[in-house]
């Protein structure tokens, strides 16, 4: 998605006081829920799932890329756990959804997803739980007026795209 608002999540991510807020809110919402593990994809989520993890007392683990999904590797068996899947912010979900396939596929069972960071629309099929919600206008590519004036898509961190 295309915006001429970036938010740098790691800002928040290098502050553990600032993580801890956010963290603190979700461990609110899914410690009701009784989860056994917290996953969360590599890398900014997998920052949040370790200290969201740390807060409600149970493990965490982290799905990697691999092609166009996620998955655990490392040893990481889910069988039989109940799982929160977390990531650092969401605008299109890609990551939070391949990381709960990669859970399920582990034989975990998925109890809820959350998020420190809206910025998109959400339509989804368990528990979703976030902080902060950004509502700021983003655009698929064919429809960026940006684009179309011809002003160069900047990707703080990965340069020009």
Known sequence: MHSEFYFEKFRILENPSLLSYFSERLAEKFAPLSPNRVVGPFSGGAILAYDLARILGVKAAYAEKM??????????????????VVDDVYTTGRSLLATAEAVKRAGG?????????????VALDVPFFYVLRLQLP???PEECPL???????????????
Request: a positive charge; aromatic letters at 4%; hydrophobic letters at 40%.
């Open 67 to 84: 092609g166009h999904g996620r998955v655990l590797r490392r040893g990481f068996d889910l069988r039989g756990e109940r799982v929160v």
């Open 147 to 161: 684009c179309a004036a011809g002003v160069p898509l900047r990707v703080p961190g990965r340069g020009s795209t």
């Open 138 to 140: 983003s655009y698929k």
């Open 109 to 121: 069972e998925v109890v809820a997803l959350g998020v420190m960071v809206l910025r998109g629309e």
